[in-house]
């Protein structure tokens, strides 16, 4: 849908372009040209930091099924780590190895 939004943004801005300004064609295909590049950068940048929360929900949802997960070599479970769901960060339990040691859930897989 935003797609969409965005295509017909642009063809009114180019419509615009078109009938109210004193710009000559280069202008106009350079102004066009720059609004499609920050375009499509908003888009892409959009899906990858979706897809990386996505990848950190999928570790989150696995810790919550009782299942371990490994996070820059270290294997986290229910038992050895809590999950702090405001951070989506897991600290170590008392009286574990892991002991108060924090790891975000981005940096697991």
Known sequence: MAYIVGLVVLGLLFLALHYFTELDKKQKIAILSMLFVVITSAISYNKYTLAKQDKMLNVVMRF?????????????????????????????????PHYEQMIGAVECQ
Not at 72 to 92: H, R
């Open 64 to 96: 919550n099924q009782h299942k371990t997960v490994e996070c820059n070599g270290i294997k986290v479970d229910d038992k050895n780590f809590s999950l702090s769901i405001g951070t989506y960060t897991f600290i170590g339990k008392k009286d574990t």
